[in-house]
């Protein structure tokens, strides 16, 4: 099983998970501060070349996340 996983420079506290990556779909849920938001089904858009998922209203690009293997 892989998960991906997207972390802030300068917020320590701050993650975004991505897993059950398909080719078009994937289930996502930020960590804030201690806080998790609800898991969601996100759809993976494309913009200009790049592929990203939205969480919580924002834009995360899939270039930017980190693999890893469990």
């Known amino acids: 099983m892989s998960i991906y ?5 300068n917020a320590p506290d ?5 897993w059950n990556k398909k080719e078009d779909t994937c289930v996502v849920q930020e960590y804030n501060n201690g806080k ?7 759809k993976i858009r ?5 592929r990203y998922v939205m969480c919580c ?12 293997e469990l």
């Open 36 to 42: 998790k938001s609800r898991k969601s089904i996100s």
């Open 57 to 68: 209203g924002h834009r995360y690009y899939l270039d930017r996340f980190a693999k890893i």
């Open 14 to 18: 701050f993650k975004i998970t991505i």
């Open 5 to 9: 996983v997207y972390y802030k420079e």
């Open 46 to 50: 494309e913009y200009n070349g790049r």
